[in-house]
């Protein structure tokens, strides 16, 4: 029994025993200080239990973190893999000088050279020469490009964002509702 109640007692740790405690002497020191092995089971199992909700909420806040590292990680390929079509759409082959804001239509010879045209598919009719028609890109002004598909999507983004910039430019920014902006810009 004795050696169960040392080991209790050195994994709970009790406050030192003080019998002047703030300089008064106590009546009884010797009752103030006893401990039965109740009182340290009992102390025992609630550190263990404030333990255990510890690492549970240590781990539930961590479980968070990764989520949001797998999701920070998910962007991350995305804008590689954006940056990297941009990168190569830049490198097509073109007989002139593009400028943002306009569409231009990508196509694949014969030999396998890709170019592009200002000239859409529908343009051309059946008096162009034999090609492969791969898609149509608007050069965007931060120099990325939007697929004629996407298009749509880009246009209410840029609008909303512009809505937005105005709304801040001016002195009611402080009473903006981001909400109203994005569900008027959206539909």
Not at 17 to 28: A, E, F, S, V
Not at 66 to 81: F, G, S, Y
Not at 122 to 138: F, H
Request: hydrophobic share 35%; aromatic share 8%; proline share 3%.
């Amino acid at each position: 029994m004795d050696n169960s109640k040392d080991l209790l007692t050195k994994a709970v740790a009790l406050v030192e025993r003080n019998i002047k405690p703030q300089g008064i002497l106590l009546n009884d020191p010797e009752s103030v200080a006893k401990t039965c092995q109740q009182d340290l089971i009992t102390l025992a199992t609630e550190i263990e239990k404030a333990d255990n909700f510890i690492k549970a909420n240590a781990c539930s806040k961590l479980q968070i973190i990764v989520e949001q590292i797998k999701a920070l990680k998910k962007q991350a390929e995305n804008i590689l893999t954006e940056a990297d079509w941009n990168m190569k759409l830049h490198h097509v082959s073109c007989n002139f000088v593009k400028h943002p804001g306009h569409v231009y239509h990508l196509y694949q010879r014969e030999t396998g050279q890709l170019y592009f045209s200002m000239i859409s598919p529908e343009e051309w009719g059946n008096s162009g020469p034999i090609q492969i028609y791969k898609g149509s890109y608007r050069l965007e002004h931060d120099r990325s490009w939007t697929s004629l598909e996407e298009i749509d999507k880009k246009n209410k983004e840029i609008t909303m964002l512009a809505n937005l910039w105005s709304n801040i430019s001016t002195p009611t920014y402080k009473s903006l509702d981001l909400n109203a902006v994005f569900m008027k810009t959206i539909f």
